[in-house]
């Protein structure tokens, strides 16, 4: 009967793997992975408001009454954000830890009777859980792999990378994350975290997966990408407080790292979500107290608590500290260059050769992971425990898997602990907290330091790349600290005092290293600060991080960087290049021929341009009765597929639509022009025309962006690039020079006193006071209305 069994299920398994795709292309059929035309995965945000017809009309038909709901709708939903990552982070954390607990205990528990036997299971417990992780990216969520910073980043500077927000991005890094973590890879859950934030802000934003059924028309509330956005923000907040439950240092986090616009409102929504997620954090980890959880933790909402540490420093230790800024920067630049190389040869050789190759890659990195934390332990002799302090009492030994430091791995005698077991056959938690412990000294030799510190940092850059959800933020940290305890073990001899605690330079040691590869400063400081409990050492963060950062930046960019231009994300950085500045609008232009599309255009000719080029948006050309030709606007592609594909502004003629009265029908609602999140959307190959549909017309005019962005061509570079990525826009108009001015706007007349009247305002320039007296006044006498105001925007 058993042997039945064990026979169906191998064939099963060779069933499925039968049906793993053997190449790119393959893949991108069975897993659904969204492809442009030309092969990019990437596509700009429309981040301006496109202020067409139906925009106009449906701003017009809102009162004071729709803000304010507007505005209590944006409290709501980062609410629901911040308890819905919350949840998320409790149950990964839940579940991680469990599975490692159960892991650690049966190993343990077998070893005691048979080595071999606890060897083979811990490798094959590891080897199921990244197993059926690497299973759930390559043929669920392709997107899900990797730490997804550097695709938010991506988001959030304007550019969409086709699939990183999905529903089912969402549960393959949520599950993917629990596998790679449980199964004991060089990697953490923290970046994974910030990727399921976004995630779930981007699926509340647009109401749901209308894919998977799982979507609500209540919740289908904000139609632009600039809203959006904002959400995304409040999800990757949310994602760093949840991760290392540091509320303050995710609203850092989002300012400093991700987002590329900024405002005082987003700052009090981003501030109230990872409040949320503190309080959800927090109440879970009570609950979990009384031991419902499993193996999970022992509550509190510190990580690794060191405010009993070392409470003073002398100014002799500053060398050794900024000592270990120097060694984080250029460690981590390193890290940075040597993940960049073997990326990029993974990506451009290994990974294209299929799902199968990406499967295997893994479960051997898991394999040799595994004999390493493993077996490197046992060529370590064991220590004796040290003498008890009745001030700082401490078990010794303790089985591994548990909270606590000395553990007993193969020892001959009761009262000895392995001290390289200690933090290699762990959970990278408890290890981090082993490292960063205090009244500890002379618990680690240099030697088990030195030894883990080669062999871990060859796991990290290693692993990161590999087909699972990765976040380095936890590696980053153990590699930190161990050398930093490395030289608190030297500064602890060399001085001989007693207050020097070598987790206080272990503590040193992780935020040097997070600050040479991430290259983070002020949120980095107050993360480490949160999730260390001691205010104290605020100033020796602040050191290392600022001279590990200055180092590391000498070499190269910093890691979110590096990885986003290897993925082909175009990131618009804070600061033009210096060419920049001998450069003009028109030579960024180059020889591009500029495809135009008159007002009323021929809807064979519409289908035959979108076809002809991938171009995201079109100017829009009309002929005064002089036969001047004018430049009325811009239209956007997903709006022309909209039109298209609706078929309600088809017309048999070709003349203008409004020609009768100067009003356009209403057919359309704004909303039905809002592209999925991170979906492909519409295609031209996608809309089925008939010939008697490709002989009929349309009229653009009501949708026509009617106020773009305008430059004139000889604008230096540098202000077209500040310009294009401060207002977070996706096309400009480079135009020749202008031959008249019509008026001029100064920063009084955009300066709005409401009056105590019913929905009255009153601008304070006098100008534009009498412009709009003159405007009434002509209007009253039936006189053609005069030119709306425009001209240059100066300050004043």
């Keep these: 009967m058993l042997s039945n069994q064990f026979q169906n299920g191998i064939e099963s398994a060779k069933l499925t793997w039968a049906r ?4 790119e292309e393959d893949e991108a059929e069975e897993v659904g992975v969204s492809r442009k035309e030309d092969g990019n995965r990437v596509e700009s945000l429309d981040y301006e408001v ?13 009162g004071k009454l729709y803000v304010g709901y507007y505005v209590g709708v944006k409290w709501f939903f980062a609410l629901l954000i911040g308890i819905g990552t919350g949840l998320a982070a409790v149950f990964i954390n839940i579940s991680v830890e469990n599975f490692a607990g159960w892991k650690f205990s049966l190993t343990f528990s077998l070893i005691q009777k048979s080595y071999i036997a606890g060897f083979l299971l811990y490798i094959l417990i590891n080897l199921v859980l990244v197993l059926s992780s690497a299973f759930i990216i390559t043929n669920f969520a392709p997107a899900a792999a990797g730490s997804g910073i550097p695709e938010i980043k991506g988001y959030l500077n304007g550019v969409d990378t086709h699939g990183i927000l999905l529903f089912r991005t969402l549960i393959g890094k949520i599950f993917g994350s629990i596998g790679s973590v449980g199964g004991g890879l060089a990697l953490g859950k923290e970046g994974p975290l910030v990727h399921t934030g976004a995630c779930i802000a981007s699926l509340l934003g647009q109401g749901g997966s209308t894919k998977y059924h799982l979507s609500s028309r209540w919740l289908q509330f904000f139609n632009s990408d600039r809203d959006r956005r904002d959400l995304v923000t409040c999800g990757c907040a949310a994602g760093v407080a949840a991760a290392f439950r540091a509320p303050v240092g995710g609203v850092l986090f989002a300012l400093e790292e991700v987002t590329s616009w900024w405002r005082s409102q987003l700052m009090w929504r981003v501030f109230f979500t990872s409040a949320i997620v503190a309080v959800v954090v927090r109440t879970a980890m009570g609950w979990c107290k009384s031991g419902k ?36 920067g250029l460690l981590g630049a390193l890290f940075n260059q040597l993940t960049r190389y073997i990326t990029s040869w993974r990506r451009n ?15 051997l990195i898991s394999v040799i992971t595994s004999v390493i934390s493993f077996g ?59 490292l960063f412990s205090a009244k500890t000294i002379h618990e680690y030799s240099a030697q088990s330091l030195l030894t883990f510190l080669v062999m871990f940092y060859t796991l990290a850059v290693v692993t990161f790349g590999t087909a ?11 590699i930190g600290s161990t050398y930093g305890r490395l030289v608190g073990m030297f500064v602890v001899s060399f001085y001989k005092k007693l207050n020097i605690e070598e987790g206080t330079y272990a503590l040193l040691g992780a935020a040097s290293f997070l600050g040479g590869s991430m290259r983070m400063t002020v949120s980095l400081c107050v993360i480490m600060v949160e999730i260390t409990n001691n205010l104290k050492l605020l100033p020796l963060i602040m050191l290392v991080l600022l001279i590990s950062k200055a180092v590391g930046d000498a070499f190269n ?43 009323v255009i021929k809807v064979a000719d519409v289908v035959s341009i979108l076809k002809s080029n991938n171009h995201n948006g079109f100017a829009v050309i009309d002929h005064t009765r002089s036969g001047e030709t004018l430049v009325i606007g811009l239209v956007l592609r997903s709006h022309l597929l909209v039109l298209l594909q609706s078929k309600v502004d088809f017309q048999h003629s070709p003349l203008p639509s409004d020609t009768g009265g100067g009003s356009f029908p209403i057919r359309h609602n704004f909303s039905e022009f809002v592209k999925p999140a991170s979906s492909k959307g519409l295609s031209i190959h996608d809309i089925r025309l008939g010939p008697d549909d490709l002989e009929m017309y349309i009229d653009l005019a009501p949708f026509v962006n009617r106020s773009p962005y305008i430059v004139p061509e000889d604008m230096s570079l540098t202000k077209v690039y500040n310009l294009f990525r401060q207002l977070g826009l996706r096309h400009i108009f ?29 601008l304070q320039s006098t100008s534009v006071r009498d412009w709009l007296r003159n405007r009434r006044h002509a209007a009253r006498n039936g006189e053609a209305e005069l030119p709306l105001l425009n001209g240059l925007l100066v300050a004043q």
């Design 557 to 599: 960019e910093g890691l979110y960087e590096e990885q986003s231009r290897l993925r082909g994300i175009p990131l618009l950085e804070s600061r033009p290049k210096y060419e920049m500045r001998k450069m003009q609008a028109k030579e960024a232009c180059g020889n591009q021929k500029v495809v135009y599309f008159p007002r």
């Design 734 to 762: 480079v135009v020749p020079r202008a031959s008249r001015v019509i008026g001029m706007i100064t920063r009084k007349d955009l300066l709005i006193e409401e009056n105590e009247g019913p929905a009255t305002v009153e």
């Design 376 to 434: 490197l332990p046992l060529f370590r002799k064991c220590s004796p425990c040290p003498e008890a302090d009745p001030n700082f009492p401490i078990e010794c030994p303790r089985p591994p898997g548990m909270y606590g430091n000395y553990v007993n791995f193969f020892c001959g005698k009761d009262k000895e602990y392995n001290d390289l077991a200690t933090i290699f056959f762990n959970t990278q938690d408890d290890a981090i907290r082993n």
């Design 50 to 62: 496109v202020e067409n017809h139906a925009y106009r009309e449906e701003q017009a038909q809102r």
């Design 293 to 328: 959880c499993g193996h999970f933790g022992s509550g509190g909402f510190i990580i690794w608590d060191i405010s009993g540490g070392q409470e003073d420093y002398s100014f002799e230790e500053l060398l050794p500290m900024a000592v270990i800024g120097v060694i984080g």
């Design 349 to 363: 050789y290994l990974h294209k050769k299929g799902n199968r190759v990406k499967i295997i890659e893994v479960c």
């Design 468 to 478: 699972v959800p990765a976040g380095q933020f936890v590696p980053g940290i153990m």
């Design 20 to 23: 793993l795709p053997n190449s």
